[in-house]
């Protein structure tokens, strides 16, 4: 389905400067006029502050900054993620904006101060359009100091200039709202691509050497593959590059001609397939994926992904002390008495065997338990004598260095500190194996 | 410090000046307490060059192994590097998304081992690549804000400002050594910064990364950040500086480094799909703990380049703290320096375990004193009893005589050395192959089994014979060919002899008809299935005429016994050789797995162990009154229940206290209770709770808990 390109219009704006506007943001052309629309005409006052919203990679910086470095608008982009102080941000606000700073900001500024050095500098040179400030990735904002974020939504009332604020963010604006109120954006939302739209935006940076078509017609190969696991437009455009040489492998050979469709799709498909499994999920690096390539179907040798290695090796009683950790992670403390005793004489099989405790531990996830209790159970379930050295007890904290414990609550050692478990049953399976002891037969939820 | 001055205020006090003290080095503590300091400090000197020489085979050792990987690694940065520089050249690297390349190493599970990986790394990288490397740990990095400011401080040599306030605590710290230039803490600045480093020549700023010029690196050196323990960094500050980064990477070519010390599935469970898609990470594998001990062991263990021995004992500790405890060579490698030194400092006769000629001159200098020690070693004295009588009268008389003999002694224990370990190895060869591993799969089981006893009297010995009695012809043809080849490289004449004999023998085996063969290796094959059948099999061939394959592997199964029996023999049984071999093991393990907790019970369960004071000597399981107060509190303590009755435990030891001073229990009856010894109870129930036997409960106030289970 063409769609017929909307052509932006505006009073404020050259038509041909318009057209050239349209070019860059195929499939965005209603967000765009309406933005237009609100912006108004450059010297006009736009409204405060406007707050877009929408997936990653749904073309949101894109449509905001092509606007306005097309149209030549004065504005400053500011990524909140990078601005770990406020200090950081109003002074890169300032610096684009006004070109030099005049006044130092204080230490430790406020938005006050913000506000109070933005009117000095803006009497000096007073707006003649716009002024856009842009906050990438704004749900970082929430983050900082609690007057922020109000703040910026009202800045024109606060510094009394042409200024618009616009947000960008991936969350929705209800996340965001303060509980005290504030002045409400206006909201614009940019939806996601559809399939025709993807298709559409990726068939445009077709390959020089290779004709738009056979491009075009790669591109709905590959969406046919990866548009149900995928539809972020930056990861799909990566995977098409990373890919389009072994499309193009049968042409360089010779086998096949471009419009042999079908033969392309033959070799390409079981490709793609692997791709989605690998390299998409980034267990093989896009590098190791493009050498492996380049190679010779014969010497290509299978490459392990990350979670293949999932291997660990361990001092011995390390393995010993995780497991008794496992164990006191999930069985019930009360039922310690009829593993690890040998004489544990009689217990009620009603007792014992809660319903509703049957089975739901693993379900509910590792429970805290205090240091004794973990040395009471390794030192029962380790077969040999251990003397209580230092270096078991060094083990321990190691152990929490790795994050296969972690130690809750407080982290004072000498108060009884309390740890959980955080390894999976296969993984301490895996470890229990290896120095032949049966886990399973201690689990309270596979009695 | 008091003043005269009646009115309050502050008062400068100038520093007494003391005199300085002389400060004691390593050789003076070394010395300190034995009577003979020269002897001491020649002890002291071989022991440090001895020490130094394996240092230096370690290092040799560390850098081999490390080779492969670390030139993987450089290949990694390098070739990262060069596809930044040539990325926009062509149609893929315009469409890809822009990556960081990063290098996963997976280190093992010992941390504190991983920093020799990562210096040697940081010094390669430094020598060939690029002067941009940044390590960071976690523990410095608590939040995303210190970790760009360590980044941006370490790389740029400059104070960076983030919070203001900090920045002015830490003012007077950096004032003199950073130059002052207020620089925000952004990836801005940093891209700025790294465009004129790499733009001028460094001589122009005199503090710019030591003095090495630009002109060494190739163009445009990647900017190296090293997180050194991945697993402790909080996953929310690594996620937010890798997006951070990622908006950067177009203009500096960054290149991170994880260090992993569990498994590089880590990666996937700390950054979630968005994060970890911004990385192109690829895996480093270093090689494994034990791998690199079995190395080690082999280096300087089973070699006769040091004259420095430990017993079997001694090494089973080593390598059980190893294998038990924390996996770490570091350690292995403290243990075995710390025995040496102990050695050398308790064994007066150290001074002959040294080279060769040394330990000979060493040998002709003995004082009388000395030859006394020789008299008294057990080795030695086993070794006059065997001589003949008139001789006998000659050691025990004549110290020229004995240091005549020491020398012979000397000269012969060296040589025993030079063939114990090619015959051990060749022992080894034949026998990993067996099934089960009658001898160990590790040589250094080997190795234990023969400090131990002589190994051929042993069990173990004779079924691993029985075994190789029933090897294949290749099989046991190609383990031949590994001990030729053993024997031909070592020095020792006899044993290049031995080499020799070896290798006629294999060679006729080589010659044999192969048509004979098949039968053999069918048996070999059962023998991984049912050792049992095979010996009752072995027992019905016996009947049978044996082939001329079975006559000759025979033939050479008792030569090698042969090698074995005079090779092997146990070193105790070599005269002198307690001046090689340390053995007290118990030292060892406990200054290297010390154990706390049972230190502190004995200390206070019996006082008499530590402050050795005859009056505190009694028999356990009374509480002795002239024992210190703690001892006392302890000692009840220990007959209560989870929960303490404060008052309860105060009158007991009030009963035990006064008891002491051998009053009339009824003075205290009337209720009152002496103010001395109140405190003195108070006091010791703190000290309790500092080491952390009882502590205050909420329960019930006037109770504490303990924290501690079983009585006396």
């Known amino acids: 389905m063409n769609r017929m390109p909307v052509h932006l219009q505006h009073l404020g704006y050259a038509d041909e400067q318009l057209q050239q506007v349209t070019g860059?943001?195929?499939?965005?052309?209603?967000?765009?006029?309406?933005?237009?629309?609100?912006?108004?005409?450059?010297?006009?006052?736009?409204?405060?502050?406007?707050?877009?919203?929408?997936?990653?990679?749904?073309?949101?910086?894109?449509?905001?900054?092509?606007?306005?470095?097309?149209?030549?608008?004065?504005?400053?982009?500011?990524?909140?993620?990078?601005?770990?102080?406020?200090?950081?941000?109003?002074?890169?606000?300032?610096?684009?904006?006004?070109?030099?700073?005049?006044?130092?900001?204080?230490?430790?500024?406020?938005?006050?101060?913000?506000?109070?050095?933005?009117?000095?500098?803006?009497?000096?040179?007073?707006?003649t359009q716009t002024r856009y400030i842009v906050l990438d990735h704004a749900e970082f904002l929430r983050d900082m100091s609690t007057n922020l974020l109000p703040g910026f939504l009202r800045l024109q009332e606060l510094v009394e200039d042409n200024v618009t604020v616009i947000f960008l963010s991936k969350i929705v604006w209800d996340k965001f709202r303060p509980n005290s109120g504030c002045f409400e954006p206006l909201l614009l939302h940019f939806p996601d691509y559809s399939k025709a739209e993807l298709q559409q935006i990726l068939a445009q940076e077709s390959h020089p050497s290779y004709s738009p078509e056979l491009y075009s017609s790669y591109i709905s190969i590959l969406l046919g593959v990866f548009y149900s696991v995928c539809r972020d437009l930056r990861e799909l455009r990566h995977l098409a590059a990373l890919n389009f040489s072994k499309f193009c492998e049968p042409l360089e050979k010779g086998e096949a001609k471009e419009g042999?469709?079908?033969?392309?799709?033959?070799?390409?498909?079981?490709?793609?397939?692997?791709?989605?499994?690998?390299?998409?999920?980034?267990?093989?690096?896009?590098?190791?994926?493009?050498?492996?390539?380049?190679?010779?179907?014969?010497?290509?040798?299978?490459?392990?992904?990350?979670?293949?290695?999932?291997?660990?090796?361990?001092p011995y009683y390390s393995k010993f002390l995780l497991i008794a950790a496992y164990l006191a992670s999930y069985n019930p403390a009360r039922t310690d008495r009829r593993f690890f005793l040998k004489h544990h004489g009689k217990i009620k099989k009603t007792n014992f065997l809660k319903k509703h405790e049957k089975t739901s531990n693993h379900l509910l996830g590792p429970k805290p338990f205090p240091l004794d209790r973990l040395l009471a159970i390794f030192y029962s379930v380790v077969d040999s004598r251990v003397a209580p050295t230092a270096s078991i007890f060094s083990q321990i904290s190691t152990l929490v260095t790795l994050q296969l414990l972690t130690q809750v609550g407080h982290d004072d050692q000498l108060d009884a500190p309390k740890y959980k478990c955080a390894v999976s049953l296969a993984f301490i399976r895996a470890i229990s194996r290896t120095v032949g002891f049966d886990v399973i037969r201690y689990l309270y939820d596979f009695l | 410090m008091t003043t005269s001055s009646v009115s309050k205020g502050c008062f400068v006090f100038k520093p007494v000046v003391k005199k300085k003290r002389k400060i004691l080095g390593a050789e003076d503590y070394f010395v300190d307490g034995s009577d003979d300091v020269e002897n001491g400090k020649l002890r002291f000197q071989l022991c440090q060059s001895l020490w130094q020489k394996m240092k230096e085979d370690i290092e040799c050792m560390q850098e081999d192994l490390n080779k492969k990987m670390l030139d993987g690694f450089l290949e990694f940065i390098r070739k990262s590097a060069a596809s930044f520089w040539s990325r926009g050249d062509s149609w893929t690297s315009q469409m890809r998304a822009n990556e960081i390349p990063t290098a996963a190493l997976v280190l093992g599970v010992n941390m504190p081992d991983h920093s020799i990986t990562f210096e040697s790394m940081i010094v390669q990288l430094q020598a060939s690549l690029t002067p941009f490397i940044v390590s960071v740990q976690a523990k410095e990095c608590g939040a995303l804000k210190q970790l760009m400011q360590k980044v941006l401080q370490r790389l740029m040599g400059t104070n960076i400002t983030v919070d203001e306030d900090e920045?002015?605590?830490?003012?007077?710290?950096?004032?003199?050594?950073l130059p002052q230039k207020r620089v925000n803490c952004s990836l801005d600045a940093l891209c700025d910064w790294y465009r004129t480093a790499t733009k001028k020549p460094s001589g122009k700023s005199p503090r710019k990364r030591r003095s090495c010029s630009q002109s060494e690196f190739p163009q445009g050196p990647p900017v190296v950040v090293i997180f050194r323990d991945l697993e402790a960094f909080s996953p929310q500050v690594l996620q937010d500086f890798i997006l951070i980064c990622s908006q950067y990477v177009q203009q500096v070519p960054l290149v991170f480094v994880f260090g992993i010390a569990t498994s590089p599935s880590t990666i996937q469970r700390m950054l979630p799909h968005s994060v970890s898609s911004l990385l192109c990470i690829e895996l480093f594998q270093s090689l494994s703990c034990t791998q690199h001990l079995a190395t080690i062991i082999d280096k300087l263990v089973l070699t006769s380049k040091f004259p420095f021995k430990i017993s079997a004992k001694v090494l089973q500790v080593l390598v059980g703290i190893f294998l038990y405890h924390d996996f770490s060579v570091c350690n292995f490698l403290k243990g075995l320096q710390l025995s040496m030194l102990d050695h050398f400092h308790s064994q007066p006769l150290s001074m002959l375990c040294c080279q060769k000629q040394d330990a000979l001159l060493h040998a002709q200098q003995l004082s009388h004193q000395d030859v006394e020690r020789i008299r008294q070693l057990p080795s030695f004295?086993?070794?006059?009893?065997?001589?003949?009588?008139?001789?006998?009268?000659?050691?025990?008389?004549s110290d020229e005589r004995v240091k005549e003999v020491c020398q012979k002694l000397l000269k012969d224990l060296r040589s025993y050395h030079k063939n114990f370990y090619p015959v051990l190895r060749c022992l080894h060869v034949l026998t990993s192959i067996l099934p089960k591993y009658p001898l160990g799969k590790q040589i250094r089981e080997l190795y234990v089994l023969c400090l131990e006893k002589n190994v051929w009297e042993t069990q173990e010995y004779e079924s691993a014979m029985q075994l190789i009695r029933m090897l294949a012809k290749d099989a046991l043809v190609t383990s031949l060919q590994k001990c030729v080849d053993i024997l031909k490289c070592c020095k020792s004449k006899k044993l290049k002899e031995e080499g020799q004999q070896l290798q006629g023998l294999t060679a006729t085996f080589q010659k044999l008809d192969s048509k004979i063969i098949p039968v053999d290796s069918k048996y070999v094959s059962m023998v991984n299935n049912h050792f049992l059948t095979l010996l009752a099999m072995k027992e019905c061939r016996r009947t049978r005429r044996k082939t001329p394959y079975e006559i000759l592997r025979n033939h050479v199964v008792d030569y090698i016994d042969s090698l074995v029996k005079t090779h092997l023999c146990l070193p105790e049984s070599q005269p002198l050789y307690e001046v090689w071999y340390y053995s007290s093991s118990g030292t060892v393990r406990r200054h290297l797995n010390a154990t706390p907790r049972t230190s502190i019970q004995t200390a206070l369960s019996n006082p008499y162990c530590y402050l050795q004071n005859e009056a505190l000597k009694n028999e356990s399981g009374v509480i002795s009154s002239t024992a210190p107060d703690i001892c006392i509190i302890y000692k009840l303590h220990l007959e209560c229940g989870r929960l303490i009755n404060l008052y309860d435990w105060l009158e007991a030891y009030i009963t035990v206290a006064t008891a002491a001073e051998g009053k009339d229990l009824s003075a205290m009856e009337g209720g009152k209770v002496d103010k001395l010894k109140h405190a003195r109870f108070i006091r010791g129930v703190s000290e309790l709770e500092f080491l952390g036997f009882v502590k205050s409960t909420r329960k019930k106030t006037d109770h504490v808990a303990r924290l501690t289970w079983g009585g006396c």
């Open chain 1, 24 to 127: 860059l943001l195929a499939c965005r052309e209603a967000q765009a006029s309406t933005l237009l629309a609100l912006f108004g005409e450059p010297e006009h006052y736009s409204y405060p502050s406007i707050f877009i919203y929408g997936h990653r990679a749904s073309g949101k910086s894109h449509v905001v900054l092509t606007l306005l470095k097309e149209l030549k608008m004065p504005h400053v982009v500011v990524n909140c993620i990078e601005c770990v102080s406020p200090g950081l941000l109003f002074e890169r606000m300032l610096l684009s904006l006004f070109g030099t700073l005049t006044m130092p900001l204080p230490r430790g500024p406020s938005l006050s101060d913000f506000v109070r050095l933005y009117q000095q500098l803006c009497s000096e040179q007073p707006a």
């Open chain 2, 381 to 397: 004295m086993r070794y006059v009893e065997k001589q003949e009588p008139e001789k006998q009268v000659q050691l025990l008389t």
């Open chain 1, 260 to 314: 042999d469709t079908h033969k392309l799709w033959r070799n390409i498909e079981p490709h793609l397939k692997k791709a989605m499994q690998t390299v998409y999920l980034r267990e093989v690096s896009s590098a190791q994926w493009e050498e492996q390539q380049q190679k010779e179907e014969e010497e290509v040798r299978e490459l392990q992904g990350l979670s293949a290695y999932t291997h660990m090796e361990l």
């Open chain 2, 167 to 177: 920045a002015e605590t830490e003012l007077g710290v950096h004032n003199n050594e």
